[in-house]
């Protein structure tokens, strides 16, 4: 994958002189948001910027490890109104990992109604919006946190890597991937990941915090979904999930507790297209993986108002929870008569 070279130089001019800059991510940030998001901001700040990053919404509590997190500003705990004030002070707008700003859910408005600021791109979403003075939308690129590895890599050299960015930018493209295991996975990333190791990180140490530091309910939650609630249809090939608030409370459900549920159905033989289906108040939050050349990003776009990668989307339901699983069996059909299923 390369960086192109006009992109690099523009950003370069941006970045000639200091800047005040907001870095944001998307509603319900996950390691990659976070990652790219704090190395970016460690990186800038090394070099002159002031920086302030801003989610709209709290990360899982199993990514409190993660080194730069803590500064974050929560934009829908923040009654300071510290996100505002940055935001209009701004000359600089970093948008990171997300590709339409409605993924910004409440804090959409401010990014974009903040006329005087230059918002950037840096992503790896397909379909970007045209929301963006400059836009590194790299699809190909596994996660964020690589193409912010090797931006930094290509405009301030590997050895501005410190090893706590080193530790952010590797959860983040160890979460994207499934461990290294899902697409876009090139001998390039694997230099990337060399580089990060040379800086002293501990890789079992990340790999324990992220995936072994879950509580009790989540593991029993799991064991629920999979055994209750998960139904498998369409010969064998796609399956369905779901979780009400109700289902959710019994396992004393804390934000994330459900991430990583919508794969495991993928480990079946001839499956293609696993669905999850999570209640929150007034919306149903849908979660979609497939294998191969299943794009669900379509699927997602079509039927669910949302988007994402080819093998890994999401979107929202607005209807209860039966009628939603009954709208996305009957889009799975629509979809198979297609030939695109
Ligand atoms: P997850 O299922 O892990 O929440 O999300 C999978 C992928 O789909 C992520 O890349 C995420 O950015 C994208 N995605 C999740 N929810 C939405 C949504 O509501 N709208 C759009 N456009 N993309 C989403
Ligand atoms: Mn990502």
Redesign the pocket.
């Known amino acids: 994958m390369e960086i192109a070279k006009d992109k690099l130089s523009a950003l370069g001019d941006m970045l000639s002189y200091p800047r005040k800059v907001v870095i944001v991510s ?1 509603t ?1 940030p ?1 390691g990659d948001a976070i990652g790219s998001s704090v190395a970016w901001r460690d990186v800038l700040t090394a070099t002159g910027h002031s920086v302030t990053c801003i989610l709209p919404n709290r990360y899982p509590y199993y990514l409190d490890f993660m080194p730069g997190i803590k500064d974050i500003i929560i934009y829908k705990h923040d009654a300071e109104g510290r996100a505002a004030a940055a935001v209009k002070e701004a000359d600089l707008i970093f948008c990171l990992d ?1 590709h ?1 700003l409605t ?1 910004l859910d409440a804090l959409s408005d401010l990014i974009a109604s903040n006329t005087t600021a230059e918002r950037v791109l840096i992503d790896h ?1 397909l379909d970007p919006t045209t929301d963006f003075d400059l836009m590194l939308s790299y699809p190909q690129s596994s996660s964020t946190s690589y193409l912010v590895a090797r931006i930094i890599e290509e405009m301030f050299g590997a050895g501005s890597i410190t090893r706590r960015m080193a530790e952010d930018l590797f959860v983040g493209m160890m979460t994207d991937t499934g461990n290294f295991a899902f697409s876009f996975i090139t001998p390039d990333l694997f230099r990337v990941l060399s580089l990060l190791c040379a800086t002293g990180i501990d890789v079992p140490a990340i790999h324990n915090n992220v995936y072994n530091s879950f509580t009790e309910g989540r593991a029993r939650l799991f064991g629920y979904v999979i055994n209750r609630k998960m139904k498998i249809f369409h010969g064998g090939q796609v399956a369905h999930m779901s979780l009400t608030e109700q289902e959710m409370r019994r396992f004393w459900f804390q934000q994330g507790d459900s991430e990583g549920f ?1 794969n495991y159905p993928l480990t079946i033989r001839k499956m293609k297209m696993s669905a999850i289906f999570i209640e929150h108040h007034d919306f149903i939050r849908v ?1 979609l993986r497939s294998r191969g050349n299943i794009d669900v990003n379509l699927f ?1 776009s079509r039927y669910f108002h ?4 080819k093998n ?5 339901s607005f209807v209860p929870m039966e009628e939603t699983l009954r709208h996305f069996e009957e889009s799975v059909s629509a979809f198979a008569r297609e030939g695109l299923l």
């Open positions: 998307h319900n996950d997300f339409t993924r979403h919508v979660s997602a949302g988007g994402g990668h890994a989307a999401g979107g929202k």
